[in-house]
C-alpha cells in the first residue's frame, strides 16, 4: 500500500504540472464514478457539445477541460458499457461529480478495421470481431491471445507456452503467412522467419486498447499477405489511457509433472502512461514472462519418405525416427557395411546375403525435446510512444516495441527461437482525414536453432556416421556380431545400437553440453543456427477525402511501399553474396454510398507489386443492408493475394536430409537445375521421370463471396451474427519434393531416396475451393451474466490427391462462454468460464503429419475487486482441468496452467 | 521462488485442486499405432525340446556339458541345430574313444564317457558346430549344386576376450537338398523341421564334427600326398606368398575342394609322362651305342621306363634340376590348380565351393576349377563328376579314363574338404 500511495503521490505531482500548462480562459474539473460501484472510472471520454474541446479522465475518474465558451456549457459523457450522459454545467466553482451509469454495450462497439473508417461493429460490411480491453480483464486467459481463440471462427495453434498463432477459415500453423498480424499499423511479421511474433514481441496486455479480427479475405484494405483474414491490435493511447498500471500474474505449470517438475509462471506486465499537456502524451510499457515451457512429447515413430506416422519405437524400428526426437533423421542402410564384411570374410557372403534381401535402414539415435531444449521460456517486452498534438486535430506518434526472448516455433522441424529480438519503430502523423506512417521492424534471431539439424551435426561431431570406423561401420559390424551368435534380428538391433553408441554423450553433462553449445552456435548444414538479422522498411499513407466528395460518396484512398532487406550471411537465404532487396509497393482507392437510408455500397480496389512478380489488382465490393435500426445483412465480394514470402523466394537450407529452398529463378544456375534436371520425386518413386521445371512463382489469390446477418434481437439483450463463405484459390502456393543426381550422371529411380532431395515451392494449377460458416450468439441476462456461444466450419475440397495443402483447420469448432462482469456485494465479484471444443481433423505439417483428435479445453477465472485500492485481484486457469492437447503434430503437449494475478488500475 | 508458490496455493489453489486433478480422460493422447505380434511356430525352447526327446539324451548330455543351454533357451534368439540321434552319438564316441567305448554299450556308459572325458570347451565347440545363428527349415536349404554355406555360431578365433578374436570368424557348415532329403556337409540329415519356439531342429544320422586343421596341414601330414606337397611347393616357387596356392590352403577366410592324387597316382602319371619324354633320348643313346635303330627303338621303351621309374620314385621328382624343362613350375602350377574345385556362380564372393561326396549328382556334371580364374583358360571345360552309384568319379579333360574318389571322401578342414583320388587330372 504504501508503494501506492507513493504513486498517488508521483500522479498528483503530475496533474499539478499540467495545469500550468493550460492557457484557456475557462475550465471545468470533474470526477466520473460508476454509479453501482461507485468506482472511478478512467478513460471516459468528456467533449464539449458544439466546441472541439475533450479530453478523458485520468486513472482515477478525474478531469478537466478547457475551453473559450461562456458558461453554461453541456458535456458529453461516453465510454462504451455506459449510458451517454449530458451535464450541464453552470459553474467552475465546484468540481462536477458525474454518477455514470452502466449499460448494455452489447452491439454498440465501434470498429475501423473493416473499411478503416469508424463505424458501429453492427453496420460492418465484412465479418469482423472485436475484444476490448474489458473483455480482456475479465477474460479466463492468462495471455490475451488465448481469448483470440475464443472468437468465432478463429483457430489458435499453440506451439509452446508463448508462441501462439491465429488464424481464420484455415491454414493454422505455427507459421502463417496467411494471416495478417498489425500492432498499431505495423505488420508483425519477423520478416527474415515469416511469422507474427504478436505473442513475443507487441503489445502487454495492459497496452491493449481493442483488437479487431477480420476474417478472410481482407487484403484489398491491408496489403498482400491478408488471404485468411488480418488481426488489428492497437495499443492504448497516452492522452486517454493515463497513469500507472501493473498486473503481477504468478502462476504454476506441469501441476501433474508429466512433462516436468510443478514449475512456477510469473508475468509481470507493466504501463505507465503521462499526458504532460494537451500537446503531449507519453507511455511506457513492459513485460516479462518467466516459465517452464510446454514440450512436444511426440515420440512415434515418423515414415520421413512417405510423410505418415507409423507404428514402431526405438525399440522395434531400427529406423526408427520420432516425431519430437531428433538427430534420428539421419539413416543408412547398414546392408553397406555387410556387403563390405562379406567381400573380407567371403564365409559369411551366403549369411550376409540371406539377410539382405530387403533395406536395412537404420537411424542414428536421437534425444527427445524433453533432453535438448533447455525449458526456460523467458519473454521481455519494452515498448514506448511520444504522442505531440501538433493540432487538436493532427496527433505525430513515435513509438518502439521491442522484445527478446526465448520460445518454440515449429517449422520444418522444431526450432528453439533463443535470445531472438525484434523491434519495430514507427513515426506516424495521423488526422481525422488523413494519415502517414512509416515503420521498420529489425529482426535478430539471436542464437535461434534448429533443433533437428543441431543435433544430427551433434552426432556427427561426436561420432561420425561414415568411415571405416564410423557409427554405421561399427553398428553393422556388432549387428552382424550379433546375428552370427543366435541373436534375433531385433536384439542384434539393440546390441548393436548399445555397441556403436558406447560414449554417447549423455545429456546434462559436460560432455554433451561443449559439443552441443559448440554446434547450435554454427550455422546449418554444419550446425543448426539461423543468423537471419533480416529488415523491413515501410512507408504508408491514406487520405479520406470525404469532406471534399460527401455529396457523392466516401472516398479513401492510401498507399503503401515495403522493402525486405534479407540477410543471413548464407545461412537462411540464398544470400552469401550480400543483402538481398526485395522492394513491393500498391495502393487502394474506396468508395462508399448510402444508395438509400437502406443500402450501402463499398467498393475498393487495390494494385500491388513486387519487384519478383507481376503486379496485381484485388478488387472487393461490399453493401450493407439496413434491416432494422439494430440488424444489418452484409454482403461483399473480396479478393485478396499473397507474393510468395521471402521464404518461398530466397530460402536456401541444408536441413542435412534435404534441402529447403525458394522459387527465385537464380536456384537454377545455383542448383545447375539446367544441366543436372531435379524430378519430381513421387514420378521418380513410381519409376517415372517428370522433370520439374522452375518457372516464375505467381501470387496466390483467393476470390470469396461472403453474406452474413448481425443484428440485436430480444431488446438488445441477444446479439445474433451469422455469416456464410465460399472462396476459390488461384495459384495456391505449396511445396513439392525434387530429387536430383548428386553425381551430375543420368537419374535412377534410387535417386528419389539417394538423390539429393529439394523442398521446392509451387503455384497449384488446380483451383482449390473453400467454404464455410460461422454463427454466434452473445446474451447478456440480468445481473451482468452474460453467455457467449458459437461455432464455425470451415472446408477446402479439390484439392488434388498428391498436394499438400496444410489446411489445418477442424472442420467444425465450438466455444461457450459464461461470464459474469459484477455481481455480489457492490458487483466485486466477476468469473468467467470458457469451453471450447475442436473436431479432429488430419494435420499436415512440414515437421509431420498426422491425425489430431479433437481438442476439449476449459478456461475459467474467479476476480474481485478492490476499488478504493483500485486492485483486481484474478484466480484463473488455462486448460482448467490439465488435459493435455495439441493442435499440431509435433507441437508442444499443452497442460494446464493455473495463476493469480494482482492488476492495479487495469482498465 | 518457492515463497511465491506457497503464496499462491494458499490463495486458493486448494479449493481449485479437485478440479484440477480430476482427469476424466477428455482429451485423447496421441494415437498409437499397434506393433504386429510375431509369432514363433511351436511351443517349446531349443533345450526343451532336446531334453524332451529321448532319442536325443545323449546329445542332450552333450549340451548339459557344454553349459550352452542357457543359450539355446532364449526365445528371442533364432538357431537352426542339427542334432544327431543316439545311434549317431554312439558311433561319434566310440570312433573318439578309439574304440574304447563299445557301440552296444548302454547309453549310461556313453553319458559317463560325456560327462567325464569330453571337456566342457570341446563339448560347446561340437554344439557349436551343428548351430546355424538363423532359422532354416528344410524348404529353406538351396537345392543348387553343390550346397550352400552357412556360417555356424562356432568362432574358431575364441571368445571375445581373446586376444587376437575376431568376430566374424565362423566355421561354416554346408547344408545341401535334393528334393526333401536333406545332408548337413555329408551327413544325412534323419527327420526335417522339428520346431521349436527359438528355431528348428533337423536330426542327424552322426555328429558332425568340426574340422581342426587347415587343408595345408592336412596335405602335408598325410603320407600318401607327398607328391602333392612337393608338386604345390614347386608350383608356388617364384610366387609372392599372398599368390601361392600353399597359402590359399593354409587360409580361414578360403573355401576350397581339393581332389588330392596320391603319390601312387603321382607315381604311375609321372612315370609314363618322363618314360614318353625319355624314349627318343634313350632310342638315339642306345643307337649311339651301336644298336640298330630297330633294335634301339625295341629296347628303349623299356630302359626308359626303369630311368622314369627311378626318377619318378620319390617327390624329389619336382624338385630335381634335370626335369625342370620338363615340369615347369608354370606346367606343375597348371596341373595343381586344375585339382580345386572353384564355383563360378558366386553371388558377390571370390570363388570358392565345397563339395561333399553326396553333394555329386548321378549325371555327369561340369565343373570348373581355378584354371578356370585364369583368363588364358577362362573357357577351359573344367573337370567332369559323376555319382556313378558304385563310386564317384572325376575325369580330367585329357584323361583316357575317369578316376575314382578314394572312400573314405570328404576329409573336412577349416578352409575346405579334401577328396583323395587315383589319378592325376590332366587339363590337357
Same mark, same amino acid.
Given at each position: 500500500?504504501?508503494?501506492?500511495?507513493?504513486?498517488?503521490?508521483?500522479?498528483?505531482?503530475?496533474?499539478?504540472?499540467?495545469?500550468?500548462v493550460?492557457?484557456?480562459?475557462?475550465?471545468?474539473s470533474?470526477?466520473?464514478?460508476?454509479?453501482?460501484?461507485?468506482?472511478?472510472?478512467?478513460?471516459?471520454?468528456?467533449?464539449?457539445?458544439?466546441?472541439?474541446?475533450?479530453?478523458?479522465t485520468?486513472?482515477?475518474?478525474?478531469?478537466?477541460?478547457s475551453?473559450?465558451?461562456?458558461?453554461?456549457?453541456?458535456?458529453?459523457?461516453?465510454?462504451?458499457?455506459?449510458?451517454?450522459?449530458?451535464?450541464?454545467?453552470?459553474?467552475?466553482?465546484?468540481?462536477?461529480?458525474?454518477?455514470?451509469?452502466?449499460?448494455?454495450?452489447?452491439?454498440?462497439?465501434?470498429?475501423?478495421?473493416?473499411?478503416?473508417?469508424?463505424?458501429?461493429?453492427?453496420?460492418?460490411?465484412?465479418?469482423?470481431?472485436?475484444?476490448?480491453?474489458?473483455?480482456?480483464?475479465?477474460?479466463?486467459?492468462?495471455?490475451?491471445?488465448?481469448?483470440?481463440?475464443t472468437?468465432?471462427?478463429?483457430?489458435?495453434?499453440?506451439?509452446?507456452?508463448?508462441?501462439?498463432?491465429?488464424?481464420?477459415?484455415?491454414?493454422?500453423?505455427?507459421?502463417?503467412?496467411?494471416?495478417?498480424?498489425?500492432?498499431?499499423?505495423?505488420?508483425?511479421?519477423?520478416?527474415?522467419?515469416?511469422?507474427?511474433?504478436?505473442?513475443?514481441?507487441?503489445?502487454?496486455?495492459?497496452?491493449?486498447?481493442?483488437?479487431?479480427?477480420?476474417?478472410?479475405?481482407?487484403?484489398?484494405?491491408?496489403?498482400?499477405?491478408?488471404?485468411?483474414?488480418?488481426?488489428?491490435?492497437?495499443?492504448?493511447?497516452?492522452?486517454?489511457?493515463?497513469?500507472?498500471?501493473?498486473?503481477?500474474?504468478?502462476?504454476?505449470?506441469?501441476?501433474?509433472?508429466?512433462?516436468?517438475?510443478?514449475?512456477?509462471?510469473?508475468?509481470?506486465?507493466?504501463?505507465?502512461?503521462?499526458?504532460?499537456?494537451?500537446?503531449?502524451?507519453?507511455?511506457?510499457?513492459?513485460?516479462l514472462?518467466?516459465?517452464?515451457?510446454?514440450?512436444?512429447?511426440?515420440?512415434?515413430d515418423?515414415?520421413?519418405?512417405?510423410?505418415?506416422?507409423?507404428?514402431?519405437?526405438?525399440?522395434?524400428?531400427?529406423?526408427?525416427?520420432?516425431?519430437?526426437?531428433?538427430?534420428?533423421e539421419?539413416?543408412?542402410?547398414?546392408?553397406?557395411?555387410?556387403?563390405?564384411?562379406?567381400?573380407?570374410?567371403?564365409?559369411?557372403?551366403?549369411?550376409?546375403?540371406?539377410?539382405?534381401?530387403?533395406?536395412?535402414?537404420?537411424?542414428?539415435?536421437?534425444?527427445?525435446?524433453?533432453?535438448?531444449?533447455?525449458?526456460?521460456?523467458?519473454?521481455?517486452?519494452?515498448?514506448?510512444?511520444?504522442?505531440?498534438?501538433?493540432?487538436p486535430?493532427?496527433?505525430?506518434?513515435?513509438?518502439?516495441?521491442?522484445?527478446?526472448?526465448?520460445?518454440?516455433?515449429?517449422?520444418?522441424?522444431?526450432?528453439?527461437?533463443?535470445?531472438?529480438?525484434?523491434?519495430?519503430?514507427?513515426?506516424?502523423?495521423?488526422?481525422?482525414?488523413?494519415?502517414?506512417?512509416?515503420?521498420?521492424?529489425?529482426?535478430?534471431?539471436?542464437?535461434?536453432?534448429?533443433?533437428?539439424?543441431?543435433?544430427?551435426?551433434?552426432?556427427e561431431?561426436?561420432?561420425?556416421?561414415?568411415?571405416?570406423?564410423?557409427?554405421?561401420?561399427?553398428?553393422?559390424?556388432?549387428?552382424?556380431?550379433?546375428?552370427?551368435?543366435?541373436?534375433?534380428?531385433?536384439?542384434?538391433?539393440?546390441?548393436?545400437?548399445?555397441?556403436?553408441?558406447?560414449?554417447?554423450?549423455?545429456?546434462?553433462?559436460?560432455a554433451?553440453?561443449?559439443?552441443?553449445?559448440?554446434?547450435?552456435?554454427?550455422?546449418?548444414?554444419?550446425?543448426?543456427?539461423?543468423?537471419?538479422?533480416?529488415?523491413?522498411?515501410?512507408?504508408?499513407?491514406?487520405?479520406?477525402?470525404?469532406?471534399?466528395?460527401?455529396?457523392?460518396?466516401?472516398?479513401?484512398?492510401?498507399a503503401?511501399?515495403?522493402?525486405?532487406?534479407?540477410?543471413?550471411?548464407?545461412?537462411?537465404?540464398?544470400?552469401?553474396?550480400?543483402?538481398?532487396?526485395?522492394?513491393?509497393?500498391?495502393?487502394?482507392?474506396?468508395?462508399?454510398?448510402?444508395?438509400?437510408?437502406?443500402?450501402?455500397?463499398?467498393?475498393?480496389?487495390?494494385?500491388?507489386?513486387?519487384?519478383?512478380?507481376?503486379?496485381?489488382?484485388?478488387?472487393?465490393?461490399?453493401?450493407?443492408?439496413?434491416?432494422?435500426?439494430?440488424?444489418?445483412?452484409?454482403?461483399?465480394?473480396?479478393?485478396?493475394?499473397?507474393?510468395?514470402?521471402?521464404?518461398?523466394?530466397?530460402?536456401?537450407?541444408?536441413?542435412?536430409?534435404?534441402?529447403?529452398?525458394?522459387?527465385?529463378?537464380?536456384?537454377?544456375?545455383?542448383?545447375?537445375?539446367?544441366?543436372?534436371?531435379?524430378?519430381?520425386?513421387?514420378?521418380?518413386?513410381?519409376?517415372?521421370?517428370?522433370?520439374?521445371?522452375?518457372?516464375t512463382?505467381?501470387?496466390?489469390?483467393?476470390?470469396?463471396?461472403?453474406?452474413?446477418?448481425?443484428?440485436?434481437?430480444?431488446?438488445?439483450?441477444?446479439?445474433?451474427?451469422?455469416?456464410?463463405?465460399?472462396?476459390?484459390?488461384?495459384?495456391?502456393?505449396?511445396r513439392?519434393?525434387?530429387?536430383?543426381?548428386?553425381?551430375?550422371?543420368?537419374?535412377?529411380?534410387?535417386?528419389?531416396?539417394?538423390?539429393?532431395?529439394?523442398?521446392?515451392?509451387?503455384?497449384?494449377t488446380?483451383?482449390?475451393?473453400?467454404?464455410?460458416?460461422?454463427?454466434?450468439?452473445?446474451?447478456?441476462?440480468?445481473?451482468?451474466?452474460?453467455?457467449?456461444?458459437?461455432?464455425?466450419?470451415?472446408?477446402?475440397?479439390?484439392?488434388?490427391?498428391?498436394?499438400?495443402?496444410?489446411?489445418?483447420?477442424?472442420?467444425?469448432?465450438?466455444?461457450?462462454?459464461?461470464?459474469?462482469?459484477?455481481?455480489?456485494?457492490?458487483?466485486?465479484?466477476?468469473?468467467?468460464?470458457a469451453y471450447?471444443?475442436?473436431?479432429?481433423?488430419?494435420?499436415?505439417?512440414?515437421?509431420a503429419n498426422?491425425?489430431?483428435?479433437?481438442?476439449?479445453?476449459?478456461?475459467?477465472?474467479?476476480?474481485?475487486?478492490?476499488?478504493?485500492?483500485?486492485?483486481?485481484?484474478?484466480?484463473?486457469?488455462?486448460?482448467?482441468?490439465?488435459?493435455?492437447?495439441?493442435?499440431?503434430?509435433?507441437?508442444?503437449n499443452?497442460?494446464?496452467?493455473?495463476?493469480?494475478s494482482?492488476?492495479?488500475?487495469?482498465? | 521462488?518457492?515463497?511465491?508458490?506457497?503464496?499462491?496455493?494458499?490463495?486458493?489453489?486448494?479449493?481449485?485442486?479437485?478440479?484440477?486433478?480430476?482427469?476424466?480422460?477428455?482429451?485423447?493422447?496421441?494415437?498409437?499405432?499397434?506393433?504386429?505380434?510375431?509369432?514363433?511356430?511351436?511351443?517349446?525352447?531349443?533345450?526343451?525340446?532336446i531334453?524332451?526327446?529321448?532319442?536325443?539324451?545323449?546329445?542332450?548330455?552333450?549340451?548339459?556339458?557344454s553349459?550352452?543351454?542357457?543359450?539355446?533357451?532364449?526365445?528371442?534368439?533364432?538357431?537352426?541345430?542339427?542334432?544327431?540321434?543316439?545311434?549317431?552319438?554312439?558311433?561319434?564316441?566310440?570312433?573318439?574313444?578309439?574304440?574304447?567305448?563299445?557301440?552296444?554299450?548302454?547309453?549310461?556308459?556313453?553319458?559317463?564317457?560325456?560327462?567325464?572325458?569330453?571337456?566342457?570347451?570341446?563339448?560347446?565347440?561340437?554344439?557349436?558346430?551343428?548351430?546355424?545363428?538363423?532359422?532354416?527349415?528344410?524348404?529353406?536349404v538351396?537345392?543348387?549344386?553343390?550346397?550352400?554355406?552357412?556360417?555356424?555360431?562356432?568362432?574358431?578365433?575364441?571368445?571375445?576376450?581373446?586376444?587376437?578374436?575376431?568376430p566374424?570368424?565362423?566355421?561354416?557348415?554346408?547344408?545341401?537338398?535334393?528334393?526333401?532329403?536333406?545332408?548337413?556337409?555329408?551327413?544325412?540329415?534323419?527327420?526335417?523341421?522339428?520346431?521349436?519356439?527359438?528355431?528348428?531342429?533337423?536330426?542327424?544320422?552322426?555328429?558332425?564334427?568340426?574340422p581342426?586343421?587347415?587343408?595345408?596341414?592336412?596335405?602335408?601330414?598325410?603320407?600318401?600326398?607327398?607328391?602333392?606337397?612337393?608338386?604345390?611347393?614347386?608350383?608356388?616357387?617364384?610366387?609372392?606368398?599372398?599368390?601361392?596356392?600353399?597359402?590359399?590352403?593354409?587360409?580361414?577366410g578360403?573355401?576350397?575342394t581339393?581332389?588330392?592324387?596320391?603319390?601312387?597316382?603321382?607315381?604311375?602319371?609321372?612315370?609314363?609322362?618322363?618314360?614318353? #619324354?625319355l624314349? *627318343?633320348?634313350?632310342?638315339? %643313346?642306345?643307337?649311339?651305342? !651301336?644298336? =640298330?635303330?630297330?633294335? $634301339? +627303338?625295341?629296347?628303349?621303351?623299356?630302359?626308359?621306363?626303369?630311368?622314369?621309374?627311378?626318377?619318378?620314385?620319390?617327390?624329389?621328382?619336382?624338385?630335381?634340376?634335370?626335369?625342370?624343362?620338363?615340369?615347369?613350375?608354370?606346367?606343375?602350377?597348371?596341373?595343381?590348380?586344375?585339382?580345386?574345385?572353384?564355383?563360378?556362380?558366386?553371388p558377390?564372393?571370390?570363388?570358392?565351393v565345397?563339395?561333399f561326396?553326396?553333394?555329386?549328382?548321378?549325371?555327369?556334371t561340369?565343373?570348373?576349377?581355378?584354371?578356370?580364374?585364369?583368363?588364358?583358360? #577362362?573357357?577351359? *571345360?573344367?573337370?567332369?563328376? %559323376?555319382?556313378?552309384?558304385? !563310386?564317384? =568319379?572325376?575325369?580330367? $579333360? +585329357?584323361?583316357?579314363t575317369?578316376?575314382?574318389?578314394?572312400?573314405?571322401?570328404?576329409?573336412?578342414?577349416?578352409?575346405?574338404?579334401?577328396?583323395?583320388?587315383?589319378?592325376?587330372?590332366?587339363?590337357?
Amino acid at each position: 500500500m504504501r508503494k501506492i500511495a507513493s504513486y498517488m503521490l508521483a500522479l498528483s505531482l503530475a496533474n499539478i504540472l499540467t495545469i500550468a500548462v493550460f492557457a484557456q480562459s475557462t475550465t471545468i474539473s470533474g470526477n466520473i464514478v460508476n454509479s453501482v460501484t461507485g468506482e472511478s472510472v478512467s478513460a471516459v471520454s468528456v467533449t464539449l457539445r458544439g466546441a472541439p474541446a475533450g479530453t478523458f479522465t485520468d486513472d482515477r475518474g478525474n478531469f478537466k477541460i478547457s475551453f473559450n465558451q461562456k458558461l453554461p456549457v453541456t458535456l458529453l459523457i461516453s465510454s462504451i458499457g455506459y449510458a451517454l450522459q449530458e451535464v450541464v454545467v453552470n459553474n467552475t466553482s465546484q468540481p462536477v461529480k458525474v454518477q455514470f451509469v452502466p449499460a448494455n454495450s452489447l452491439g454498440q462497439e465501434v470498429i475501423v478495421s473493416a473499411t478503416r473508417v469508424a463505424q458501429k461493429i453492427l453496420e460492418s460490411p465484412v465479418s469482423v470481431e472485436r475484444i476490448s480491453a474489458a473483455a480482456i480483464r475479465n477474460a479466463p486467459a492468462a495471455n490475451f491471445y488465448d481469448v483470440v481463440a475464443t472468437l468465432k471462427g478463429v483457430d489458435v495453434t499453440t506451439s509452446s507456452l508463448t508462441f501462439k498463432t491465429p488464424t481464420t477459415r484455415g491454414f493454422g500453423g505455427s507459421g502463417n503467412a496467411r494471416f495478417n498480424q498489425l500492432v498499431d499499423g505495423m505488420d508483425n511479421q519477423a520478416p527474415g522467419l515469416n511469422f507474427s511474433v504478436g505473442a513475443i514481441i507487441g503489445l502487454n496486455e495492459l497496452d491493449i486498447d481493442n483488437i479487431e479480427l477480420l476474417s478472410g479475405a481482407s487484403s484489398a484494405l491491408y496489403g498482400p499477405g491478408g488471404m485468411n483474414g488480418t488481426m488489428l491490435m492497437t495499443s492504448k493511447n497516452p492522452f486517454k489511457y493515463q497513469g500507472l498500471s501493473f498486473i503481477v500474474k504468478t502462476g504454476i505449470n506441469h501441476t501433474d509433472g508429466k512433462e516436468r517438475p510443478a514449475s512456477p509462471y510469473y508475468n509481470w506486465s507493466l504501463r505507465w502512461a503521462k499526458k504532460l499537456s494537451e500537446k503531449f502524451a507519453f507511455k511506457i510499457t513492459t513485460e516479462l514472462i518467466q516459465a517452464k515451457d510446454w514440450i512436444g512429447t511426440d515420440y512415434r515413430d515418423y515414415d520421413r519418405s512417405n510423410a505418415v506416422l507409423k507404428a514402431g519405437s526405438r525399440a522395434t524400428d531400427p529406423g526408427y525416427d520420432g516425431v519430437n526426437v531428433y538427430g534420428d533423421e539421419t539413416f543408412a542402410d547398414i546392408r553397406q557395411v555387410l556387403s563390405g564384411i562379406a567381400l573380407q570374410a567371403p564365409f559369411l557372403g551366403p549369411f550376409i546375403s540371406s539377410i539382405s534381401a530387403n533395406p536395412i535402414n537404420v537411424s542414428r539415435t536421437g534425444y527427445t525435446e524433453q533432453q535438448i531444449l533447455n525449458p526456460n521460456t523467458v519473454n521481455f517486452k519494452l515498448g514506448g510512444s511520444l504522442h505531440y498534438k501538433i493540432t487538436p486535430g493532427t496527433e505525430a506518434i513515435l513509438a518502439g516495441y521491442w522484445g527478446t526472448g526465448n520460445t518454440v516455433y515449429t517449422g520444418a522441424s522444431r526450432y528453439s527461437i533463443k535470445d531472438f529480438k525484434m523491434g519495430q519503430y514507427k513515426f506516424e502523423l495521423n488526422n481525422k482525414n488523413w494519415l502517414v506512417r512509416a515503420f521498420t521492424t529489425q529482426e535478430n534471431a539471436g542464437e535461434t536453432f534448429n533443433l533437428g539439424a543441431t543435433t544430427q551435426n551433434f552426432n556427427e561431431a561426436w561420432k561420425p556416421s561414415p568411415g571405416a570406423t564410423g557409427w554405421f561401420s561399427q553398428y553393422g559390424q556388432a549387428y552382424l556380431s550379433s546375428r552370427l551368435s543366435g541373436a534375433s534380428d531385433l536384439d542384434a538391433h539393440t546390441a548393436a545400437r548399445a555397441i556403436a553408441d558406447v560414449g554417447r554423450p549423455v545429456v546434462g553433462t559436460a560432455a554433451f553440453n561443449d559439443i552441443y553449445n559448440r554446434i547450435r552456435r554454427l550455422p546449418v548444414p554444419k550446425g543448426g543456427a539461423l543468423l537471419d538479422r533480416t529488415d523491413l522498411y515501410s512507408a504508408e499513407g491514406n487520405y479520406n477525402f470525404s469532406s471534399v466528395t460527401k455529396s457523392f460518396a466516401d472516398i479513401l484512398v492510401g498507399a503503401n511501399f515495403r522493402r525486405y532487406l534479407l540477410s543471413s550471411q548464407g545461412t537462411l537465404f540464398a544470400d552469401t553474396a550480400g543483402k538481398i532487396g526485395i522492394n513491393e509497393y500498391g495502393a487502394f482507392i474506396q468508395a462508399s454510398r448510402d444508395i438509400s437510408s437502406h443500402l450501402k455500397i463499398t467498393a475498393s480496389g487495390r494494385y500491388d507489386k513486387n519487384q519478383n512478380f507481376k503486379g496485381r489488382f484485388t478488387p472487393r465490393i461490399t453493401a450493407v443492408i439496413k434491416v432494422t435500426e439494430n440488424s444489418n445483412i452484409r454482403l461483399s465480394y473480396q479478393t485478396a493475394y499473397r507474393f510468395p514470402s521471402t521464404q518461398m523466394q530466397w530460402i536456401n537450407l541444408d536441413l542435412v536430409s534435404y534441402k529447403l529452398i525458394g522459387g527465385n529463378k537464380a536456384f537454377k544456375d545455383i542448383y545447375h537445375f539446367n544441366t543436372n534436371p531435379a524430378y519430381y520425386r513421387d514420378s521418380l518413386k513410381n519409376g517415372n521421370k517428370v522433370v520439374k521445371d522452375f518457372p516464375t512463382l505467381n501470387p496466390e489469390a483467393i476470390s470469396s463471396f461472403e453474406v452474413g446477418y448481425k443484428g440485436l434481437l430480444m431488446e438488445t439483450r441477444l446479439l445474433l451474427d451469422v455469416y456464410g463463405y465460399y472462396g476459390q484459390y488461384t495459384n495456391f502456393l505449396a511445396r513439392t519434393e525434387v530429387a536430383q543426381s548428386k553425381t551430375g550422371g543420368p537419374i535412377t529411380q534410387a535417386d528419389a531416396i539417394t538423390g539429393q532431395i529439394y523442398s521446392v515451392p509451387i503455384n497449384s494449377t488446380s483451383k482449390v475451393k473453400t467454404y464455410g460458416f460461422g454463427i454466434g450468439i452473445d446474451y447478456r441476462f440480468p445481473l451482468n451474466f452474460s453467455i457467449s456461444l458459437n461455432g464455425a466450419s470451415d472446408n477446402l475440397t479439390d484439392v488434388p490427391s498428391n498436394f499438400i495443402a496444410s489446411f489445418n483447420t477442424p472442420k467444425y469448432k465450438a466455444n461457450a462462454t459464461f461470464a459474469n462482469t459484477g455481481f455480489g456485494k457492490a458487483k466485486r465479484l466477476g468469473f468467467a468460464v470458457a469451453y471450447r471444443w475442436q473436431d479432429a481433423f488430419y494435420f499436415q505439417g512440414d515437421l509431420a503429419n498426422g491425425n489430431l483428435p479433437a481438442v476439449q479445453t476449459v478456461d475459467a477465472q474467479v476476480s474481485y475487486k478492490l476499488p478504493r485500492s483500485k486492485t483486481l485481484l484474478k484466480l484463473g486457469a488455462n486448460n482448467l482441468l490439465n488435459q493435455y492437447y495439441y493442435n499440431g503434430v509435433g507441437n508442444s503437449n499443452i497442460g494446464g496452467l493455473y495463476y493469480f494475478s494482482v492488476g492495479y488500475n487495469v482498465y | 521462488m518457492i515463497h511465491l508458490i506457497k503464496k499462491f496455493k494458499i490463495a486458493g489453489l486448494l479449493a481449485l485442486s479437485a478440479l484440477v486433478f480430476y482427469t476424466s480422460s477428455c482429451n485423447k493422447d496421441l494415437e498409437q499405432f499397434t506393433e504386429p505380434v510375431i509369432s514363433n511356430a511351436g511351443t517349446l525352447t531349443l533345450t526343451e525340446a532336446i531334453a524332451a526327446d529321448p532319442d536325443n539324451s545323449l546329445y542332450n548330455a552333450l549340451l548339459a556339458k557344454s553349459g550352452m543351454a542357457p543359450l539355446f533357451s532364449d526365445k528371442a534368439s533364432l538357431f537352426t541345430m542339427f542334432v544327431p540321434v543316439n545311434s549317431g552319438m554312439k558311433l561319434f564316441i566310440n570312433v573318439i574313444s578309439g574304440g574304447l567305448v563299445d557301440i552296444n554299450s548302454p547309453d549310461a556308459v556313453f553319458t559317463g564317457f560325456i560327462s567325464a572325458n569330453i571337456p566342457a570347451a570341446t563339448a560347446a565347440a561340437l554344439i557349436s558346430y551343428n548351430t546355424i545363428p538363423q532359422k532354416v527349415t528344410s524348404g529353406q536349404v538351396p537345392t543348387i549344386f553343390p550346397n550352400y554355406e552357412y556360417p555356424t555360431i562356432l568362432n574358431p578365433t575364441g571368445t571375445s576376450t581373446t586376444a587376437g578374436f575376431n568376430p566374424f570368424a565362423r566355421l561354416t557348415t554346408f547344408p545341401s537338398r535334393r528334393g526333401t532329403t536333406l545332408w548337413v556337409d555329408n551327413i544325412p540329415v534323419t527327420a526335417i523341421d522339428i520346431p521349436v519356439v527359438n528355431g528348428v531342429i533337423h536330426k542327424i544320422a552322426v555328429l558332425v564334427a568340426p574340422p581342426t586343421k587347415y587343408l595345408w596341414d592336412d596335405i602335408a601330414a598325410s603320407t600318401d600326398l607327398t607328391y602333392l606337397k612337393a608338386a604345390i611347393i614347386r608350383a608356388d616357387s617364384g610366387v609372392a606368398v599372398a599368390g601361392r596356392i600353399q597359402t590359399a590352403l593354409s587360409s580361414f577366410g578360403a573355401n576350397l575342394t581339393v581332389l588330392a592324387p596320391t603319390d601312387l597316382a603321382f607315381k604311375q602319371t609321372l612315370t609314363g609322362a618322363i618314360t614318353q #619324354a625319355l624314349i *627318343p633320348v634313350v632310342t638315339a %643313346q642306345l643307337i649311339a651305342f !651301336g644298336l =640298330t635303330p630297330a633294335a $634301339a +627303338a625295341a629296347q628303349a621303351p623299356a630302359v626308359a621306363f626303369a630311368q622314369a621309374s627311378a626318377l619318378a620314385s620319390s617327390p624329389g621328382v619336382f624338385t630335381n634340376p634335370a626335369l625342370f624343362s620338363a615340369l615347369t613350375a608354370q606346367t606343375v602350377r597348371g596341373i595343381v590348380v586344375y585339382h580345386v574345385l572353384s564355383a563360378q556362380t558366386a553371388p558377390f564372393f571370390p570363388p570358392g565351393v565345397r563339395i561333399f561326396s553326396v553333394n555329386i549328382p548321378a549325371t555327369p556334371t561340369t565343373v570348373k576349377t581355378l584354371l578356370n580364374s585364369s583368363p588364358l583358360a #577362362a573357357l577351359h *571345360p573344367g573337370l567332369s563328376v %559323376q555319382a556313378t552309384g558304385t !563310386g564317384i =568319379t572325376v575325369k580330367g $579333360a +585329357a584323361n583316357a579314363t575317369p578316376s575314382n574318389i578314394i572312400f573314405p571322401a570328404d576329409r573336412n578342414a577349416l578352409n575346405g574338404v579334401l577328396h583323395k583320388v587315383d589319378q592325376v587330372l590332366l587339363p590337357l
